[in-house]
């Protein structure tokens, strides 16, 4: 049972463009959203995160979007650059007796192309 | 420098051996956690711990066991139970088990076993 879903494994975008990638869940119970974003052969570093009372947190070219309703996630970069060419996991996280259980996505591959 | 440290980078055994992944944190976090990622799939939940001699099991623990006798260590033993023990494994940790804030994670092993 896939709780938090990339539903693009992969996504293309020109240097300078906006970059938009989409996260799906389902556990209403999910809290907590974070993007993490991991080059191959490395851990992922954490990129971006943004609590279930907002619809919005931004820091500098990367703005998270939520849609509680709608149960959707993105992430937007603006301008997109070379260097963001990574793979970017969501991550949900809700309450279990005290421990935040983190549920990750199964990441979007994004190609920033020069 | 802070951070997570594991080692080695890359791990190769014969079917049948059990195998120890190390997982050094020197971020003073209490919470220490284990996954593995497979191609096309998100970071699955091995073990996780909260605080010194405790840990819990993950979604999926079989074939897998751990101990957390400082704060600092979390080591990771792929027995020879685990069908599938090929795989990129993740060592992470957080500053509490209970808080809405992101993990740190380590460069990972690559472990292949033939």
């Known amino acids: 049972d896939q709780q938090v879903k990339q539903n693009s494994p992969s996504l293309s975008v020109q240097e300078g463009r906006i970059s938009i990638l989409n996260c799906d869940y389902t556990?209403?119970?999910?809290?907590?959203f974070l993007w993490y974003k991991k080059y191959p052969a490395e851990g992922p570093t954490f990129l971006i995160s943004?609590?279930?009372?907002?619809d919005k947190n931004e820091d500098g070219r990367f703005t998270v979007f939520l849609n509680k309703s709608a149960k959707h996630l993105s992430l937007h970069i603006v301008p997109s650059q070379p260097g963001d060419s990574a793979v970017y996991f969501c991550?949900?996280?809700?309450?279990?007796?005290?421990?935040?259980?983190?549920?990750f996505g199964t990441g979007t591959k994004l190609q920033v192309i020069p | 420098d802070g951070g997570i440290t594991q080692s080695p980078k890359y791990l190769f055994r014969k079917e049948g051996q059990n195998v120890t992944l190390s997982c050094e944190q020197n971020?003073?976090?209490?919470?220490m956690y284990w996954y593995r990622q497979d191609p096309g799939q998100g970071l699955r939940l091995i073990y996780y711990?909260?605080?010194?001699?405790?840990?819990q099991k993950g979604d999926i623990a079989e074939g897998y066991s751990v101990s957390r006798e400082k704060k600092e260590s979390f080591p990771l033993t792929v027995t020879s139970a685990q069908k599938n023990p090929t795989a990129f494994y993740l060592c992470?940790?957080?500053?509490?088990?209970?808080?809405?804030?992101?993990?740190?994670f380590g460069p990972g092993t690559r472990l292949t076993v033939t």
């Open positions: 943004i609590s279930s009372i907002k």
């Open positions: 992470a940790s957080k500053a509490s088990a209970g808080g809405f804030d992101e993990q740190y």
């Open positions: 971020l003073n976090h209490d919470a």
């Open positions: 711990s909260q605080i010194v001699n405790d840990f």
């Open positions: 556990n209403s119970m999910f809290d907590y």
């Open positions: 991550a949900a996280s809700a309450n279990r007796g005290g421990y935040q259980k983190v549920t």
